[in-house]
């Protein structure tokens, strides 16, 4: 007769199989964990250098419109110039050069492009440049006149305005130096 029972030693090779199974699928399982994650910190790197980049291509483009503007502030000038000395032009000449000028002002806002106000204010290095000093009876540091116009683009300073400040009054000046 055979003997239909397993016997014990070929149940041992098959726990054996089993738990190889188990080494391998739990070493799979870690493996796949382990890409996991760095496909996650490669993408997070990926959003990262795009969002990088498409700043860096935006400050690129703003310094372009930008050194066009500061050129464009000096047609500007030459505009307010004119337009001060057309008194014996003919009207529609002087419309016509004004409606130009307000075309050109349009421009600038368009492109958040703004005049700074000076006069009155303090001197302050990051927005004025001190080409006079004059003694007056305005106190000391006041800007007294804009000898050009400076301008901000989107809330930062393009063109530095050019001012004549004040030295405060004559003999406040002279009781200072007297007093060695």
Same mark, same amino acid.
């Given at each position: 007769?055979?003997?239909?029972?397993?016997?014990?030693?070929?149940?041992?090779?098959?726990?054996?199989?089993?738990?190889?199974?188990?080494?391998?699928?739990?070493?799979?399982?870690?493996?796949?964990?382990?890409?996991? $994650?760095?496909? #996650?910190?490669?993408?997070?790197? =990926?959003? !990262?250098?795009? %969002?990088?980049?498409?700043? /860096?291509?935006? +400050?690129?483009?703003?310094?372009?419109?930008?050194?066009?503007?500061?050129?464009?502030?000096?047609?500007?000038?030459?505009?307010?110039?004119?337009?001060?000395?057309?008194?014996?032009?003919?009207? $529609?000449?002087? #419309?016509?050069?004004?409606?130009? =000028?307000? !075309?050109?002002? %349009?421009?600038?806002?368009? /492109?958040?492009? +703004?005049?700074?106000?000076?006069?009155?204010?303090?001197?302050?290095?990051?927005?004025?440049?001190?080409?006079?000093?004059?003694?007056?009876?305005?106190?000391?540091?006041?800007?007294?006149?804009?000898?050009?116009?400076?301008?901000?683009?989107?809330?930062?300073?393009?063109?530095?305005?050019?001012?004549?400040?004040?030295?405060?009054?004559?003999?406040?000046?002279?009781?200072?130096?007297?007093?060695?």
């Amino acid at each position: 007769m055979i003997n239909l029972q397993k016997k014990p030693e070929t149940q041992k090779p098959e726990s054996d199989a089993l738990a190889e199974c188990k080494s391998a699928l739990e070493e799979s399982t870690g493996q796949v964990a382990e890409y996991t $994650e760095h496909l #996650k910190r490669l993408q997070a790197e =990926f959003e !990262n250098y795009t %969002k990088r980049v498409e700043k /860096e291509r935006a +400050e690129v483009s703003a310094r372009a419109s930008e050194r066009l503007i500061v050129k464009l502030l000096l047609v500007v000038d030459d505009f307010e110039r004119a337009l001060h000395q057309l008194k014996e032009v003919p009207s $529609e000449t002087k #419309k016509g050069i004004e409606l130009i =000028f307000k !075309n050109l002002h %349009k421009v600038l806002v368009e /492109e958040k492009v +703004e005049p700074m106000v000076c006069i009155g204010h303090k001197i302050d290095p990051h927005h004025h440049e001190v080409l006079m000093q004059v003694e007056s009876e305005a106190p000391e540091g006041e800007i007294l006149e804009e000898l050009q116009k400076g301008y901000k683009m989107n809330g930062r300073v393009i063109r530095y305005a050019k001012v004549k400040v004040s030295k405060g009054p004559k003999e406040n000046n002279q009781t200072q130096s007297g007093g060695n």
